[in-house]
């Protein structure tokens, strides 16, 4: 049974406008999620990450929401550049267990 | 800034063939983690370690081992590989259950 999923395997945009990732979850019990980025090639890089405790969280360009009612977190990317052009990777943990659960990814392409 | 290092960047072994896939964090973290990344599955747990000789299964841990005989290294060993072992695999580390995790560059482990 999958705990996070990601239910768009792909997501195209333009440069300069927003990219808006969707992740759900089923475990209530989860209780801090992140999101991480991944070039072929090479690992997966942390980008961003937020508890339960909070609704928001903001660094830079990169923005997540959490909406723990409807078990939904999004990432906003504003403005989206090429370089964004990466497999996202949403992610979740429960009581501050080293174990995340890891969504099946999203495939941003960014077009110049 | 926290180096994780994985041995081998591609392998290609035999059906049958003991491999042993070697992980190095050189930021004292506790916690060391394998993850396989495939296609459409996305990043599945295999095993992972929260002390020198101490491991817990992840969520697929058949077919595989693990050896942390000191805190900076952490081996998965594939007793008998099979050709549906083929797969990227992660290693990542972490020094606590909220601290991001931080992933080597994968081994990209062909079994034919």
């Known amino acids: 049974d999958q705990q996070v999923k990601q239910n768009s395997p792909s997501l195209s945009v333009q440069e300069g406008r927003i990219s808006i990732l969707n992740c759900d979850y089923t475990?209530?019990?989860?209780?801090?999620f992140l999101w991480y980025k991944k070039y072929p090639a090479e690992g997966p890089t942390f980008l961003i990450s937020i508890s339960s405790i909070k609704d928001k969280n903001e660094d830079g360009r990169f923005t997540v929401f959490l909406n723990k009612s409807a078990k939904h977190l999004s990432l906003h990317i504003v403005p989206s550049q090429p370089g964004d052009s990466a497999v996202y990777f949403c992610a979740a943990s429960q009581g501050g267990s080293e174990k995340l659960v890891f969504g099946k990814g999203t495939k941003l392409t960014v077009n110049p | 800034d926290v180096k994780v290092t994985q041995s081998s960047r591609y392998l290609v072994k035999r059906t049958g063939e003991k491999v042993f896939l070697e992980c190095v964090q050189d930021?004292?973290?506790?916690?060391m983690f394998w993850y396989r990344q495939d296609p459409g599955l996305g990043l599945r747990l295999i095993y992972f370690s929260y002390d020198v000789k101490m491991k817990e299964k992840g969520d697929i841990p058949e077919g595989y081992s693990v050896s942390r005989e000191k805190k900076e290294r952490f081996s998965l060993i594939l007793e008998s590989a099979s050709t549906n072992q083929t797969s990227m695999y992660l290693c990542?580390?972490?020094?606590?259950?909220?601290?991001?995790?931080?992933f080597g560059n994968g081994t990209r482990l062909t079994v034919t």
């Open positions: 930021m004292d973290h506790e916690n």
């Open positions: 475990n209530s019990m989860f209780d801090y």
């Open positions: 990542a580390s972490t020094l606590t259950g909220r601290s991001p995790l931080h």
